[in-house]
């Protein structure tokens, strides 16, 4: 039974960060690719940042791409996102997903994610 956990969120001030971390077990961990998305009340959940299962290949939503920080240990099945320079806007539910086509690529498209976690909620205040 595939399981992806999330963790670290909390409230926070604008300008702050928060690191978020999503645990995973019963799936091969290093062969998925790994996303984070978030949904703000009323709003579409939305892509966020998508990491290759090696590493090597990150993609970034213009909203957070030189604030945020997508990072993963397959050594402990977890995947990081490190949210820097916080906005209020920044406020949602956070989800992290996995693909299971594997390969270098990442994808923004919520379907093609096979797993879901339950999410963990950012405040941040202005």
């Known amino acids: 039974q595939v399981q992806l956990v999330e963790s670290g969120g909390g409230l926070v001030q604008a300008g702050g960060s928060l690191r978020l971390s999503c645990a995973a077990s019963?799936?091969?961990?290093?062969?998925?690719?790994m996303g984070w998305f978030r949904q703000a009340p009323g709003k579409e959940r939305e892509f966020v940042a998508a990491?290759?299962?090696?590493?090597?290949?990150?993609y970034y939503a213009d909203s957070v791409k030189g604030r945020f920080t997508i990072s993963r240990d397959n050594a402990k099945n977890t995947v990081y996102l490190q949210m820097n320079s916080l906005k209020p806007e920044d406020t949602a539910v956070y989800y992290c997903?996995?693909?299971?086509?594997?390969?270098?690529?990442?994808?923004?498209?919520?379907?093609?994610?096979?797993?879901w976690g339950q999410g963990t909620q950012v405040t941040v205040s202005s």
């Open positions: 997903a996995a693909d299971r086509r594997g390969g270098s690529l990442v994808t923004t498209v919520i379907y093609e994610y096979d797993y």
């Open positions: 019963g799936l091969t961990f290093s062969t998925y690719a």
């Open positions: 990491i290759s299962w090696s590493s090597s290949s990150t």
